[in-house]
């Protein structure tokens, strides 16, 4: 119901901002506005979670460098708006408001017991972790965060980390970069150089978070 009550508010101004960024990215590049990735949600079900695209057309890393990245997608991610198609996945239960980020399915087969506790609730458009360092934490004292959330999760929990969010997003704290060697994002298997298996890239792969 709190996430229902929260979308029917932002609803009309969430879709005049949308149309005027999909109109960015589609008038300032070539492929399509939208990206669409495999991610895990609650339970460990597997759905689709949708964004704006920030990075050129074509087989993007996971992992990307900077120089794939567009100037309107530089713009989308500083202010996390490249979020905002997630609304959708909002609308149809798949994520709620507030929760853990949505992961990849090959990170979350190295979850130990302790870190599949994020998996309890549906993941979230922000969460505990995302308004406490964000990009700049590692996986693991990210999934802390988020298991901390579902330990404690309420509407007071809720409302304040939204609240957060927004200072979060002004000041664009904790969106670049994720740590480098950091076992739950490295994208090879331990025991060689194989990349991850194509369900963990979706359509095209590089946009994370």
């Known amino acids: 119901m709190v996430d229902l009550t929260l979308l029917a508010i932002v609803a009309a101004p969430a879709l005049l901002l949308g149309l005027a960024c999909a109109a960015a990215v589609r008038l300032t590049s070539p492929g399509g506005v939208f990206f669409r990735q495999e991610r895990i949600g609650m339970g460990g079900r597997p759905f689709q979670v949708w964004k704006f695209r920030t990075m050129v057309a074509g087989d993007n890393p996971i992992f990307p460098d900077a120089s794939r990245i567009t100037p ?76 901390e959330y579902t330990e404690t999760q309420s509407p007071s929990l ?14 664009g704290e904790g969106v670049e970069g994720h740590p480098e060697g950091d076992p739950l994002a490295e994208t090879h298997t331990p025991d060689g150089p194989e990349a991850v298996p194509d369900r963990a890239r979706g359509d095209r792969s590089g946009e994370t978070g």
């Open 72 to 147: 309107v997608g530089r713009v989308l991610r500083r202010l996390s708006l490249d979020e905002l198609p997630q609304l959708l996945n909002v609308a149809v239960g798949d994520m709620s408001i507030v929760g853990p980020r949505p992961t990849l399915a090959y990170q979350v087969e190295r979850y130990d017991e302790f870190q599949r506790r994020r998996l309890a609730v549906r993941p979230g458009l922000t969460g505990l972790a995302q308004v406490n360092g964000r990009n700049s934490l590692t996986w693991a004292r990210r999934i802390e965060f988020d298991v």
């Open 158 to 171: 809720d409302l304040r980390i939204v609240l957060q969010t927004v200072g979060t997003m002004l000041s």
